[in-house]
């Protein structure tokens, strides 16, 4: 008689930390926490939904290319194949001409590698000097349909104008929605591109580090343009001038 009372003695114990929420068994944590398992549930239901629709449309894509090439004669496919090919080769095609014509170029200019992140002074593939650089990723900014698309440049620009800290320059009022600024109503200010700049035609524009004005964040980079090292571009400025090549590949 003694064992089993002992025994439902254990089993009527309270636990030694009434505050303990950990439960030792599922069902436990089951009952405890229904509100979580659903939510979990749920959301996992939803993936799989997502999952399964993705495949699905997919697999309907696929057939319906399958069934237009099949309306295709052997000539029309291949014509298809090659212009898809050629489309994904344009871009690269073109900016490797650029950047050819840059080499070839017998006058002083400047080449900018965009996904290098190097800018050159150099005349007929001679490069004089290699900068390091930022080049501002592409971006939409505002609200449709009031919005500007900033992108990379690519191609080639020419040098409109070289700034110095005591030129002024006038911020586009994009700039500060962009960084989240007040607009203000004196958007013109002395260095606001740092002590040397160079504007190029389209807008583009290649600046130093400014101490002043909504470009002074060493984080960002102006979308659309490119910031440079100042001690570089002070040291090559003296050799810019108006009408210069600027090739961008």
């Given at each position: 008689m003694t064992l089993p009372q002992t025994r439902q003695t254990r089993r009527r114990t309270p636990r030694a930390n009434p505050t303990d929420r950990r439960r030792p068994t599922w069902q436990e944590f089951r009952q405890a926490y229904p509100g979580i398992l659903t939510t979990m549930g749920v959301a996992l239901l939803v993936m799989v939904g997502a999952?399964?629709?993705l495949v699905y449309k997919r697999v309907h894509y696929e057939r319906e290319i399958a069934r237009l090439r099949g309306g295709m004669t052997a000539f029309e496919r291949q014509k298809a194949d090659m212009l898809l090919a050629a489309d994904e080769r344009r871009f690269d095609v073109m900016l490797e001409l650029i950047r050819r014509q840059s080499i070839g170029d017998k006058a002083l200019h400047l080449s900018v590698s965009v996904d290098s992140g190097v800018m050159y002074l150099q005349r007929?593939?001679?490069?004089?000097?290699?900068?390091?650089?930022?080049?501002?990723?592409?971006?939409?900014?505002?609200s449709a349909p009031d919005t500007v698309r900033l992108v990379t440049p690519r191609g080639v620009r020419t040098v409109e104008r070289v700034l110095s800290e005591d030129d002024r320059w006038d911020v586009p009022e994009w700039v500060y929605a962009d960084r989240g600024l007040p607009p203000s109503s004196d958007r013109t200010g002395k260095?606001?591109?740092?002590?040397?700049?160079?504007?190029l035609n389209g807008g583009t524009v290649i600046y130093s580090p400014p101490t002043a004005g909504?470009?002074?964040?060493?984080?960002?980079v102006m979308p659309g343009s490119v910031r440079a090292r100042a001690e570089d571009l002070k040291a090559v400025a003296p050799n810019l001038k108006p009408g210069m090549s600027v090739y961008f590949y």
């Open positions: 999952d399964m629709w007929e593939g001679a490069r004089l000097r290699e900068m390091a650089v930022q080049v501002g990723a592409e971006k939409t900014i505002g260095g606001v591109l740092g002590p040397v700049a160079i504007v909504p470009l002074d964040d060493p984080a960002y």
